[in-house]
């Protein structure tokens, strides 16, 4: 029997800051974007006494607290911690996964033999806490659906537990948002046609499903009768994706070059999605009509993006271009990957981003074409 545990870095971005700035510790304290567009990523227990919560707008944010101390997230910190906690997780345990920057799973199956899955993940979770000063939750369970779902109940003990005999009455009271797999756009479709618990997908034939969601109503309907064999997967440096464009006739149409790009970009990051990776690094190659090849690639904190991926990409194409000779070919690849699903990045994207993005996901997945993307990169 399977043995999974979600390790959670509980309010890990308003941790992270307090342990490099205490002076703002028991200040309101918001983590966010810092324009009018900008929405929160996190907010202080202190903060929340007021209403604001994670994804709110920040200037709303800021009129129902306006005493609120706002600053833009450190990504090169939470990147050291996150780095600190998944070396710790490492010496200590068999197999575990970075899933996020703040999120973990560890495959504790066959740990009941000498110590106990329970006791171990508890001393684990404790040791954590202990070396980096970050808080932590936790949720066990027989699959990565069910611990990261537990992981939600795991106030005020700091960590929740379900067995293999109660999984089933333990998810059916749950709200469908709490099932992984249901975002933003899938959320607000089953919740059309009266789907509002996890029980009511349980109970629906699975060929509903696929009718209604497409191969991913499958995958949901398997989550919401507690199936997910989804194996915990190491980090590897090595995985990556990429694809490249062979221009018709060789180019200096700096229009066509940056529409190529970002098409390219865009078709990545939907598969990273599609797969549950995040990557971080970027390279960007371009052969010269000569046939002369460069490349130059950037580490950045693990994204699954379009955005942030089309930033990066077009800034090391404009470092790479500086022999204005026409252009051949053009070329991505995403590389150190990690499994686990991207956490938009709420420093940076605003709200009508977000539920583009998830939308064009949705529809990708539904229909199977990968060719829909942004109107502003089809022209």
């Known amino acids: 029997m399977r043995q999974i545990a979600h390790i959670d870095l509980d309010a890990f971005f308003i941790n992270c800051t307090l342990l490099k700035l205490p002076d703002l510790k028991g200040k309101p304290l918001l983590i966010g974007g810092l324009n009018n567009r900008g929405i929160i990523a996190s907010a202080s227990a202190e903060a929340k006494k007021y209403g604001v919560q ?3 707008p920040t200037r709303v944010a ?27 997780l490492t010496e200590n345990t068999p197999l575990h996964e970075r899933a996020t920057i703040d999120e973990f799973y560890v495959d504790m199956t066959g740990m009941d033999r000498f110590h106990g899955s329970s006791k171990f993940t508890r001393e684990l979770v404790n040791k954590v806490k202990s070396e980096t000063g970050l808080s932590l939750l936790y949720g066990l369970s027989v699959n990565k659906t069910v611990a990261k779902i537990c992981t939600a109940h795991a106030r005020p003990l700091g960590g929740y537990e379900v067995v293999e005999n109660l999984v089933q009455p333990f998810l059916d009271p749950q709200s469908i948002r709490r099932l992984p797999a249901v975002g933003t756009t899938t959320f607000k479709l089953l919740r059309r046609v009266r789907i509002k618990f996890i029980n009511h997908i349980r109970l629906l034939p699975p060929e509903a499903m696929n009718e209604l969601l497409g191969k991913n109503g499958i995958g949901i309907w398997k989550k919401a009768n507690g199936i997910d064999p989804t194996p915990v997967i190491p980090y590897s440096a090595e995985k ?24 390219l970009v865009e078709y990545l990051g939907f598969q990273l999605r599609k797969l549950k990776q995040m990557c971080a690094c970027v390279s960007v190659r371009i052969r010269y009509s000569n ?13 699954a993006n379009d955005e942030i991926l089309m930033e990066i990409a077009f800034e090391l194409f404009k470092k790479l271009y500086k022999r204005r000779m026409l252009i051949r070919l053009v070329g991505v690849k995403l590389s150190h990957l990690v499994q686990g699903s991207h956490q938009i990045n709420l420093f940076t994207d605003n709200t009508k981003t977000i539920e583009l993005y998830q939308a064009m996901d949705w529809l990708k997945n539904r229909y199977n074409n990968p060719a829909i993307v942004h109107r502003a990169l089809s022209l």
């Open 54 to 56: 994670k994804g709110m």
């Open 62 to 88: 800021l009129q129902r607290c306006p005493d609120a101390v706002l600053l833009k997230g450190d990504f090169d910190l939470f990147t050291k911690y996150s780095d600190i906690v998944n070396e710790i």
């Open 240 to 263: 990556s994706i990429g694809k490249d464009f062979t221009f018709d006739q060789d180019t200096q149409d700096m229009k066509l070059l940056k529409a190529t790009l970002l098409k």
């Open 291 to 303: 046939h002369d090849t460069e490349t130059m690639q950037k580490k950045i904190p693990f994204c």
